[in-house]
């Protein structure tokens, strides 16, 4: 398992003394390559090898998801473990930017969720925290729910469960806006460049952006972030309540850090948006890109 660039040792993630669970959970993850995401073969392998329920096993995950955290600002590390419905469970962390305002800062529960779409996962069931979800987030997670692939998501924190609409009451959401569709529901925006690109990496933005989740200002944008190792591409995330929204670059750099890579082998940085729109992403992806990689200069293109 990578974090941030670099093999960790996971001997110390239990403390004090690892249990027998723990040491083949322990053994299981230190042989992952994506430490940051389970394939439902894997989750079904470790519930019936382990005799575990899936409530019992996010909670022994959630100390490795809190390993990605890479909080600089705090000290205050977060984690997130989520269940799609395909079976599948993701990683989150949360991240904060140095030498930027505050409302940069990714939240845990939207890394998780921003992670699980980069993966095609179009619903969650169960959510488990380290700590209490915020109100942030819990805005965050309400633009999901009420839709025929998540229609409330359990939120565990300390074994403690409870509905996000009961965490939420008198919930301001996509309904009062007359919106229908629904964050992590597929997206088509119909974005295209004149001339189509040719670079590979361009292609990938094009194709975030449409796909990502704008219907209260069409911003509709997608980044790609392109490392030594691989790319990863981010999605923007609106919300009816604006502020929770998470830019596409966010949005990327939670797959970097949940893939393990780290953001000094950024080389290449692509924000592709629709033009004319209401909002943009230029100036805020450029200010976030120069925080962490200031040598590299975004490429910036717009589509129709
Ligand atoms: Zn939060």
Redesign the pocket.
Known sequence: MKVNGQKIDLIDIYKPEPDEIQKYIQDYMNGLEDGGYLTPQQVDHLMESLDLNLQQLMNYLLPYATKFALPPISGYKVGAVLHGISGAIYFGANIEFLDEALSFTV????ASIAHAISYGETGVDYLTISAA??G??RQFLYEIINCPSTKDITVLVNNDSNTLTSLLPQAFGPQDLGVTTRLMLPQNNNLQMVPPPTDPYIISALNTANTSYSPYTSDYSGVCIVTNSGSYVGAYAENAAYNPSMSPLEAALVLLIMSGDSYTNINRAILVEAINNKCSQLSATKDVLSAIANNVVLEYYTAT
């Open positions: 939240h845990a529960e939207q979800p915020c942030y987030c």
